[in-house]
C-alpha cells in the first residue's frame, strides 16, 4: 500500500487548509489510520487518529480545531485544519496501519505564518 498526502501549503493565521491522504488500495481494512507531523528541529508527533470503526482521537493542542475523517469509497483521508496557527507549522504525514503492518505516505508541508 502506498499513500500520498497532498494539500499542504502557506497559509496565515486563522486559515484553513484540508489535508488528504489518497491510498493506492483500500482503506476499508485498515484498522487504524492517523496524521503526523514534525516541526523543524523536533520529533514527529502524532496529531490525530481514526479507526474502521470512526473512533476518533486528538491530541490536545489541535482539539476543536482539526478533524480528521475517512471515505472508504475514495480509499482517502482527510485532515481539515481550521484557525491554524504558526505553532502548526510543520511536514505532516498520514499513516495507516494494517495488521502488524504500518505504512507512512510522504509528508506535506504545512507553514503558517504570523
Known amino acids: 500500500v502506498q499513500l500520498q498526502a497532498s494539500g499542504g501549503g502557506l497559509v496565515q493565521a486563522g486559515g484553513s487548509l484540508r489535508l488528504s491522504c489518497v491510498a493506492s488500495g483500500s482503506i476499508s481494512s485498515m484498522n487504524h489510520m492517523g496524521w503526523y507531523r514534525q516541526a523543524p528541529g523536533k520529533q514527529r508527533e502524532w496529531v490525530a487518529d481514526?479507526?474502521?470503526?470512526?473512533?476518533?482521537n486528538y491530541e490536545d493542542s489541535v482539539k476543536g480545531r482539526f478533524t480528521i475523517s475517512r471515505d472508504n469509497a475514495k480509499n482517502t483521508m482527510y485532515l481539515q485544519m481550521n484557525s491554524l496557527k504558526p505553532e502548526d507549522t510543520a511536514v505532516y504525514y498520514c499513516?495507516?496501519?494494517?495488521?502488524?503492518?504500518?505504512?507512512w505516505g510522504q509528508g506535506t508541508q504545512v507553514t503558517v505564518s504570523s
Open positions: 499513516v495507516a496501519e494494517q495488521g502488524q503492518d504500518l505504512y
Open positions: 481514526i479507526s474502521s470503526g470512526d473512533s476518533i
